[in-house]
């Protein structure tokens, strides 16, 4: 099989692979990879302190504050607080930096990553796009 045809047997007209090297793609990811690593490191972080109070400073996780509400549950609820947090921030983020970006590699895509030797350089773009505007998964907001 060769890399042109696709496991169901059809002969895909977009070219990936430059589309993964293309500069748009790239910058893409990029700032994808960069939220994800800032946002893993919030969360772990947040967890490695809790679970450290947890296991090494018990008497203070038992002091009551608040009419009596114990410093660990208020902990451990700020766990739920910061994954909301870090939740809201990337659909707001995926909103206002992804999404246009994503339309941007979506859109020279459609204009430049057509591959050469199948013949779609004498057809137009327009037929070509919407395999490459191919509707993608994103969740409900």
Same mark, same amino acid.
């Given at each position: ?7 169901? +047997? ?13 500069? /748009? ?93 199948? +013949?779609?350089?004498? /057809?137009?773009?327009? /037929? ?14």
């Amino acid at each position: 099989m060769t890399d042109r045809t696709a496991q169901d +047997g059809r002969t895909d007209l977009v070219d990936w692979t430059r589309i993964e090297r293309s500069p /748009e793609f790239r910058e893409l990811t990029s700032r994808r990879h960069r939220f994800i690593k800032g946002a893993a490191t919030v969360t772990f972080v947040s967890f490695a302190i809790y679970l450290g109070l947890a296991t090494f400073a018990t008497g203070f996780m038992g002091t009551t504050v608040l009419g009596g509400v114990p410093i660990a549950w208020l902990a451990a609820m700020s766990q739920v607080l910061v994954t909301w947090a870090v939740t809201w921030t990337y659909l707001r983020k995926a909103d206002r930096e992804f999404a246009p970006l994503e339309e941007r590699v979506r859109e020279s895509a459609g204009a430049r990553f057509m591959r050469d030797d199948d +013949g779609a350089g004498s /057809e137009p773009a327009t /037929e070509a796009a919407p395999a490459a505007a191919a509707p993608t998964e994103r969740s409900a907001r």
